[in-house]
């Protein structure tokens, strides 16, 4: 009878398995973390669908905040003491699975829950984007000084901290202000970002080797030019986001708008798009996107006097495809500093919100694929479920306790157990009737021994069931 039951129990799982991955429902939130953070600067997307967000609090402090599939915070970490000014906070994974975060001249390794493993200073830098090495290390890049000027630097440290080499870019016709932007090539070179003067401040690129050494450098534009971000594209060239100024007279005053570049390899340019989006904007990073196209976040700064966060859409050629404004769903000022494509197809933006009483708070945005936002919700209520689902605990593997979540698309009696591998049932976490909403709950396996472990979740119409791990 228990052998029945358990190959009954194991093709129910494989099926709904089957049936969760070709699902194409997209959620849709905006959320701000209000007390907990003021911005958002750097975002990835778990693997539990989730998301990691690294910037500061109020009092200049560096936080970081992983919340679950539907933007609910599932645990933070402040770190050091607060800084007096407010640096870029860049933030990437690790092989391990944890994550690396930067900000002034600091490097912080954390584990998966946001436990710090080390953390480093780098004297005379400025950070302003890290990013993983396909040898485990790490490469960073931003501003250095010698002589009262700056200049780009490249620096390549081992999985501990440690640093390998460091190359700072001196350009003879001028200087290299700053670095912005860096990313791995797929020759395991390394391309960056900025701004560099001459006469003007100008856009250029930095093409290296592995080693940090320079293969080519390039300057884009004129008068106040710059470049925010850098990807290698799917054909081995490059995407820019950037800025450029209009310069109508001599003492006018300038504003920024966005300015798009695709380089080929050798960084000539294959098409540059300058878009006015409004009074004044500017893209602050920019990522390809899986079907080819381009989709890029910043602010706009309307003729309203209020600065809003926007999101834009673009085919392979840099066309608009679609452009979203975030204008009356929240008071205040709001601006857009990392965006991601997420894995069911839509798009996640982490920023930040301001409101007229000065307070700031963190803020998440998750869009459909079309760029809508299908409901709102800032504070506490997640979106109203359209279907019957359960999720994958967090953490898995655990010990002892680990966090279940499920939704329900309509009112019903609910019952949610655990079984052994035997199918036995070692305890059971709901057996009531409840309301159509999100839910999640506390598992404590602290009287259980180490294994696998089936949690089953039934109501009138479905039976859905997940496997987890016990490590102790």
């Known amino acids: 009878m228990k052998k029945k039951y358990l190959y009954q129990l194991i093709k129910t799982i494989l099926c709904l398995s089957f049936m969760s991955q070709i699902s194409n429902a997209q959620i849709t939130f905006l959320k701000t973390y209000s007390g907990l953070a003021a911005q958002g600067n750097s975002l990835v997307q778990t693997s539990d ?28 970490w402040k770190y050091d003491i607060p800084q007096q000014y407010r640096s870029k906070y860049t933030l990437t994974k690790t092989l391990e699975n944890g994550y690396i975060l930067g900000y002034s001249n600091v490097l912080i390794k954390t584990d998966i829950n946001g436990n710090q493993i ?28 010698k002589d009262n000027w700056g200049y780009v630097y490249l620096v390549k440290v081992d999985n501990l901290g440690v640093k390998k080499w460091i190359k700072i870019y001196d350009d003879s016709h001028g200087a290299f202000v700053a670095g912005n932007y860096i990313q791995e090539t797929k020759d395991r070179g390394y391309i960056i970002t900025g701004f560099t003067l001459l006469q003007d401040e100008y856009l250029y690129v930095i093409k290296t080797d592995s080693n940090g050494n320079i293969l080519w450098s390039k300057k884009y534009g004129a008068f106040y030019t710059e470049g925010n971000s850098v990807v290698q ?31 080929n390899s050798e960084g000539d340019t294959i098409w540059t798009k300058k878009y006015i989006f409004d009074f004044e904007d500017q893209s602050r990073v920019g990522k390809q996107t899986t079907d080819g196209g381009y989709i890029i976040t910043g602010v706009k700064y309307t003729v309203d006097l209020k600065n809003h966060l926007f999101v834009a859409k673009l085919n392979e050629l840099g066309d608009t495809l679609w452009t979203k404004t975030l204008t009356d769903e929240l008071p205040g000022d709001t601006e857009g500093y990392d965006i991601v494509e997420t894995y069911d197809g839509g798009y996640a933006v982490a ?55 499920y939704q329900l698309p309509k009112n019903g009696f609910v019952t949610l157990k655990i079984y052994d591998v035997l199918g036995r049932e070692v305890s059971t976490l709901v057996n009531e009737y409840k309301s159509a909403g999100n839910y999640k709950l506390n598992f404590d396996a602290s009287n259980l021994s180490s294994g696998v472990y089936i949690y089953t979740i039934c109501s009138a119409d479905n039976v859905l069931s997940k496997k987890m791990i016990l490590l102790r």
């Not at 090495?133 to 000084?145: E, N, P, Q, R």
């Open 49 to 76: 669908s989730g998301f990691v967000i690294f910037g500061y609090t109020e009092a200049n402090q560096p936080i970081l905040i992983k919340t679950d599939k539907f933007g609910d915070t599932v645990w933070t």
């Open 118 to 145: 080390w953390r480093k200073n780098y004297d005379s830098v400025y950070i302003s984007k890290i990013e993983s090495a396909i040898d485990s290390g790490f490469v960073f890049t931003g501003a250095t000084y």
């Open 233 to 263: 594209t799917t054909d081995g060239g490059y995407f820019i986001t950037g800025h450029y100024t209009i310069k109508p007279c001599e003492y006018c005053e300038l504003f920024y708008h966005t300015w798009l570049l695709k380089l």
């Open 351 to 405: 920023g930040s919100v301001t409101y007229y009483n000065g307070q700031s708070d963190m803020l998440l945005l998750k869009l459909d694929k079309d760029g809508e936002i299908t409901a709102v919700d800032s504070k506490e209520e997640n979106l109203m479920p359209k279907e019957f689902s359960l999720y994958q605990n967090y953490p898995n593997p655990f010990n002892p306790s680990t966090t279940i979540s």
